[in-house]
Antibody
């Protein structure tokens, strides 16, 4: 059974950093691209970025709203994909979801609140 | 960046049929946009219903189907059930691998 479990969400002050993790199980993690999405309170879904599999060079792409501030990485040995967020802004407040290539499978999400 | 448009809200009677659409400000939606459809109920994570225009997953109820309609991607629900009441989002991929979501359609089964 495919499972994706996000963790690391927290209340942080503007300008600070936070790292989210998404632990995957139930499939050959290294063979799949992984994506991050987010949803601000009461708003729609937004794509944040993705990381390709190592077979495709582990390429990363980011939404314009986070490029230069967020970094996605992966550890295939631990089957974890990370979202490193820096220079956080109040508008980054959202539930953050990871999803497997497609996306087909989604995690349950983790809440990041950016507030002073 | 292109804008992806969806009906803000739709209502369908139980057992009825409804079609949700997904348009693009950049022109007609084609298979090259790889349309996806997601269902999201309050307090839950999104669930992928349809991939690549019309591919269903093992968990996708047979009453949902994906297609194109009038230059847009379409999600048709035939035989609506009370549990289908949810927010539905479409996702289109554009060149440069930056996908864009529609604003969502709130579907009421009433």
């Amino acid at each position: 059974e495919v499972q994706l479990v996000e963790s690391g969400g927290d209340l942080v002050q503007p300008g600070r950093s936070l790292r989210l993790s998404c632990t995957a199980s139930g499939f050959m993690f290294r063979d799949y691209a992984m994506s991050w999405f987010r949803q601000a309170p009461g708003k729609g879904l937004e794509w944040v970025g993705f990381i390709g599999s190592k077979a495709y060079g582990g390429t990363t792409e980011y939404a314009a709203s986070v490029k230069g501030r967020f970094t996605i990485s992966r550890d295939d040995s631990k089957t974890i994909v990370y979202l490193q967020m820096s220079g956080l802004k109040t508008e980054d407040t959202a539930v953050y979801y990871c999803a497997r290539e497609g996306p087909d499978y989604w995690g349950q999400g983790t809440l990041v609140t950016v507030s002073s | 960046q292109a804008v992806v448009t969806q009906e803000p809200s739709l209502t369908v009677s139980p057992g009825g049929t409804v079609t949700l659409t997904c348009g693009s400000s950049a022109g007609a939606v084609t298979s090259g946009h790889h349309p996806y459809w997601f269902q999201q109920k309050p307090g839950q994570a999104p669930r992928t219903l349809i991939s690549d225009t019309s591919d269903k997953h093992s968990w996708t109820p047979a009453r949902f189907s994906g297609s194109f309609l009038g230059g847009k991607a379409a999600l048709t629900l035939s035989g609506a059930q009370p549990e289908d009441e949810a927010e539905y989002y479409c996702l289109l991929s554009y060149s440069g691998a930056r996908p864009v979501f529609g604003g969502g359609t709130k579907l009421t089964v009433l």
